[in-house]
């Protein structure tokens, strides 16, 4: 299944960071939130980024997705680079669906308005479009609340909509920004099994952020660690397990393995930090 | 706290009044006050509905005024919030303009506002828009500059422009504000209104207070007084249906 590096060395990544820097600048102090940060994301791909909080990695995917500008060095999607200056081009912002931390639904519309809101702003007005609400509302079993509204929903599926709205116009890029960290650990895994298996069938590129090292081996092939103060890039460590994924491999050797690795890796950034 | 029910959420209030004009009337009658000096609830009441067609003249002109002014303010105050929270040297540049409308009475530019433009109903419809649109226009421009940063960054995830951010999230965000605007908007127009018959003209309830008052005829005074207080409950509930209709969601 997996794309042999030779044919990577040959294409160009889905998404390249090279020597991006952010840095935040208040009336008090300065802030680098992200300090030369060099990704490469290959088509198909599911990363995680993981890290403390104030690590930054909300500021890398904020900055592929055009909410916030970086400082300086260059972004790429599919080898065009995201504009320094200007506003994304629509080309560039159809390929990504951005999925909020809290899932972000607006109150005074229904499920299936919040779901459709892309293709508005968009200006998709197809038939097919419409179809393809149904088709997602379908997948996650929500099509019979398509005109609830969120207040009158759980969060389980408050967040599941947040998913599928980012999804509607069926970019190509999924960045994911701590998406079910504000649920119960159950539905999260729940959650993750159902994300991995959209992920299999539509082939997607996923950025994926967490805090949770369990959730980030179960879910990536690659995970980059990141650092804070400065926020930065400290390790990458390829995970090399089985798909498709089950959750009983959380006792697997190989998987504790990877655990402890990336809590050291962890850990060490935490004692750095105090100096 | 425990939910209210429909039937004392309309019993309550009703209760309150015939407590309060109980009492008020008990008060005349145990200490013999003359009509002349305060009438009793039943005699302001009474006069209400047996003069009622030799007020309506006045009631009529006074709701014109407040109404008319009313519906000019709302959106001129909108329009200028819109324009003022996009722009931001707009608003630096008329924020204390704006401020200076709300805080100066405006009982102290009116008799100069006829002095300029005569006593017809333009002017104090004129008046009424002054005075009143700048509340609005505060409430609106709260509401418009406090949408949450997590609603922005999504209309900016999908490049939205900015006519679709405003239409989609920064005016359903702010409406609950700008109804508030539009309530105290009510309040400004019946006060506005008012103040401006006092000063001049012999239209208008306002006017008929003053000249009720001077002939001592203090139960008209009141009824004028209670039709003012009619009106200006009238908008208020207006102005709430039109909330109800509107905001269908919870936060």
């Given at each position: 299944?997996?794309?042999?590096?030779?044919?990577?060395?040959?294409?160009?990544?889905?998404?390249?960071?090279?020597?991006?820097?952010?840095?935040?600048?208040?009336?008090?102090?300065i802030?680098?939130?992200?300090?030369?940060?060099?990704?490469?994301?290959?088509?198909?791909?599911?990363?995680s980024?993981?890290?403390p909080?104030?690590?930054?990695k909300?500021t890398?995917?904020?900055?592929?997705?055009?909410?916030?500008?970086?400082?300086?060095?260059?972004?790429?999607?599919d080898?065009?680079?995201?504009?320094?200056?200007?506003?994304?081009?629509?080309?560039?912002?159809?390929?990504?669906?951005?999925i909020?931390?809290?899932?972000?639904?607006?109150?005074?519309?229904?499920?299936?308005?919040?779901?459709?809101?892309?293709?508005?702003?968009?200006?998709?007005?197809?038939?097919?479009?419409?179809?393809?609400?149904?088709?997602?509302?379908?997948?996650?079993g929500l099509?019979?609340?398509?005109?609830?509204?969120?207040s009158?929903?759980?969060?389980?599926?408050?967040?599941?909509?947040?998913?599928?709205?980012?999804?509607?116009?069926?970019?190509?890029?999924?960045?994911?920004?701590?998406?079910?960290?504000?649920?119960?650990?159950?539905?999260?895994?729940?959650?993750?099994?159902?994300?991995?298996?959209?992920?299999s069938?539509?082939?997607?590129?996923?950025?994926?952020?967490?805090?949770?090292v369990?959730?980030?081996?179960?879910?990536?092939?690659?995970?980059?660690?990141?650092?804070?103060?400065?926020?930065r890039?400290?390790?990458?460590?390829?995970?090399?397990?089985?798909?498709p994924?089950?959750?009983?491999?959380?006792?697997?050797?190989?998987?504790?393995?990877y655990?402890?690795?990336?809590?050291?890796?962890?850990?060490?950034?935490?004692?750095?930090?105090?100096? | 706290?425990k939910?209210?029910?429909?039937?004392?959420?309309?019993?309550?209030?009703?209760?309150?009044f015939?407590?309060?004009?109980?009492?008020w009337?008990?008060?005349?009658l145990?200490?013999?006050?003359?009509?002349?000096?305060?009438?009793?609830?039943?005699?302001?009441?009474?006069t209400?509905?047996?003069?009622?067609?030799?007020f309506?003249?006045?009631?009529?002109?006074?709701?014109?005024?407040?109404?008319i002014?009313?519906?000019?303010?709302?959106?001129?105050?909108?329009?200028l919030?819109?324009?003022?929270?996009?722009?931001?040297?707009?608003?630096?540049?008329?924020?204390?303009?704006?401020?200076?409308?709300?805080?100066t009475?405006?009982?102290?530019?009116?008799?100069?506002?006829?002095?300029?433009?005569?006593?017809?109903?333009?002017?104090?419809?004129?008046?009424?828009?002054?005075?009143?649109f700048?509340?609005v226009?505060?409430?609106?421009?709260?509401?418009?500059?406090?949408?949450?940063?997590?609603?922005?960054?999504?209309?900016q995830?999908?490049?939205?422009?900015?006519?679709?951010?405003?239409?989609?999230?920064?005016?359903?965000?702010?409406?609950?504000?700008?109804?508030?605007?539009?309530?105290?908007?009510?309040?400004?127009?019946t006060?506005?209104?008012?103040?401006?018959?006092?000063?001049g003209?012999?239209?208008?309830?306002?006017?008929?207070i003053?000249?009720?008052?001077?002939?001592?005829a203090?139960?008209?005074?009141?009824?004028?007084?209670?039709?003012?207080?009619?009106?200006?409950?009238?908008?208020?509930?207006?102005?709430?249906?039109?909330?109800?209709?509107?905001?269908?969601?919870?936060?």
């Amino acid at each position: 299944m997996r794309i042999p590096w030779e044919v990577h060395f040959l294409q160009e990544p889905k998404i390249r960071f090279t020597n991006v820097t952010k840095i935040f600048k208040t009336h008090r102090q300065i802030i680098t939130a992200v300090e030369k940060a060099n990704l490469e994301i290959h088509e198909g791909d599911f990363v995680s980024l993981i890290g403390p909080s104030g690590c930054g990695k909300s500021t890398i995917i904020r900055m592929l997705n055009d909410i916030t500008k970086p400082t300086s060095g260059e972004i790429y999607v599919d080898g065009e680079m995201i504009p320094q200056k200007k506003k994304i081009s629509s080309k560039q912002i159809r390929k990504m669906g951005f999925i909020f931390q809290q899932p972000n639904l607006l109150p005074w519309m229904t499920v299936r308005q919040n779901v459709s809101l892309p293709l508005k702003v968009f200006g998709l007005k197809d038939e097919k479009w419409e179809k393809n609400v149904d088709k997602l509302l379908e997948m996650v079993g929500l099509k019979e609340y398509e005109d609830a509204y969120p207040s009158e929903i759980s969060s389980g599926m408050i967040q599941k909509i947040g998913v599928i709205r980012a999804m509607v116009h069926d970019p190509e890029i999924l960045l994911m920004d701590e998406p079910f960290g504000a649920l119960d650990e159950m539905t999260r895994e729940q959650l993750d099994i159902e994300l991995l298996d959209i992920w299999s069938r539509t082939k997607k590129t996923i950025v994926f952020i967490t805090h949770n090292v369990e959730e980030a081996i179960l879910m990536a092939s690659k995970v980059y660690v990141m650092g804070t103060n400065p926020g930065r890039i400290v390790a990458e460590v390829e995970i090399d397990l089985e798909r498709p994924r089950r959750l009983d491999m959380i006792t697997e050797t190989k998987f504790i393995e990877y655990e402890k690795k990336l809590t050291s890796l962890i850990g060490e950034i935490d004692l750095s930090k105090i100096k | 706290m425990k939910r209210t029910t429909k039937t004392t959420s309309i019993l309550a209030p009703v209760v309150t009044f015939f407590i309060i004009f109980g009492l008020w009337e008990l008060a005349i009658l145990i200490f013999k006050i003359p009509r002349w000096i305060l009438p009793g609830p039943i005699a302001i009441f009474n006069t209400m509905i047996v003069k009622f067609a030799d007020f309506w003249p006045n009631i009529w002109v006074s709701m014109q005024t407040i109404f008319i002014g009313f519906i000019f303010a709302v959106p001129i105050g909108i329009v200028l919030a819109g324009i003022i929270t996009n722009f931001k040297t707009l608003a630096a540049a008329l924020d204390p303009f704006i401020i200076f409308l709300v805080v100066t009475p405006l009982i102290t530019l009116v008799p100069l506002l006829m002095y300029f433009l005569g006593f017809g109903i333009e002017v104090r419809i004129l008046a009424v828009i002054i005075q009143s649109f700048a509340i609005v226009n505060m409430n609106a421009a709260t509401g418009f500059a406090n949408v949450e940063l997590l609603r922005m960054e999504l209309m900016q995830s999908v490049r939205a422009n900015r006519l679709q951010t405003f239409s989609r999230v920064v005016l359903p965000s702010a409406l609950p504000d700008v109804f508030t605007g539009m309530k105290l908007c009510g309040i400004f127009a019946t006060t506005a209104c008012i103040s401006v018959e006092y000063v001049g003209g012999n239209k208008g309830l306002g006017s008929q207070i003053i000249r009720h008052t001077q002939y001592i005829a203090t139960e008209k005074a009141f009824a004028c007084i209670f039709f003012v207080a009619v009106i200006g409950i009238i908008l208020y509930m207006l102005v709430s249906l039109l909330e109800k209709a509107i905001i269908r969601w919870k936060i």
